[in-house]
């Protein structure tokens, strides 16, 4: 790989950024000064440095973001706050994007990848990875309307979900887990029987559990373990 390629796929800086960066001598590779950004280095193996600090090379980024409120689960909304914003410029340079979406004013865990192949299968039908939310609902929900909702209710549109997993926490709260993920359908199904949702928050998404630690508007990268869960290479 080209020197000035590895700076900008780390997103460490431009092409341009790099050409000015190694005239000046604050590149070094394998502990050597490298003057011409057009080298080409292992970017496996060598040891690359920018002003004495190692720039480590990931092909892919997998991070964890407990969403807040109030942030579009999109790369580009005009007039909207996106949940891209919330990251680091030199992340977000990487190209990454949010793996499936949360609403506006839902919160809790998303995945932010730049691994286009492994969020399609994550969110491909067919792999049926549950998500676990938390939700506050505005009325007392029947134990009736729950059964309702895990065997699978009609919605407004003639759209009958799949069977889902409801506990009832208390009279106007609880968690949910489905095995689909059609929009804003949480809000659909409570509507169908009457009710609407006042709070929601995600929990998991497959095996990979929100971090308790992570405060709201916070992130970090994907445990090793996490990223065999998310890429299937468990």
Avoid at 45 to 69: F, S
Avoid at 99 to 124: E, F, Q, V, W, Y
Avoid at 187 to 207: C, E, H, P, Q
């Amino acid at each position: 790989m080209r020197l000035d390629k590895f700076f900008t796929h780390t997103g460490t800086m431009s092409r341009k950024e790099c050409a000015q960066a190694a005239k000046r001598g604050r590149i070094s590779v394998g502990g050597k000064v490298v003057t011409d950004s057009a080298v080409h280095i292992n970017e496996n193996t060598d040891t690359v440095t920018l002003d004495g600090a190692v720039v480590t090379y990931m092909k892919y980024i997998y991070i964890m973001l407990n969403k807040p409120q109030g942030y579009v689960s999109s790369s580009d909304e005009p007039g909207e706050h996106t949940v891209l914003e919330l990251l680091p410029e030199n992340i977000v340079k990487c190209d990454v994007f949010p793996s499936g979406r949360l609403d506006k004013d839902t919160t809790g865990l998303m995945i932010i990848t730049n691994d286009g192949p492994s969020s399609h299968r994550a969110l491909a039908p067919k792999s049926h990875v549950c998500k676990k939310y938390r939700y506050e609902c505005a009325d007392a929900l029947l134990p009736s309307d729950a059964e309702k909702m895990r065997a699978g209710i009609t919605l407004a549109d003639g759209y009958t979900t799949l069977p889902c997993e409801l506990e009832m926490l208390g009279e106007k709260h609880g968690e949910i887990i489905l095995h689909e993920g059609k929009y804003h359908q949480i809000k659909r199904m409570f509507g169908a029987v009457g009710n609407k949702i006042t709070a929601l928050k995600r929990l998991s998404f497959g095996d990979i559990l929100l971090d308790e630690k992570l405060e709201e508007g916070a992130w970090r990268y994907l445990t090793d373990e996490e990223i065999k869960i998310f890429t299937g290479n468990k």
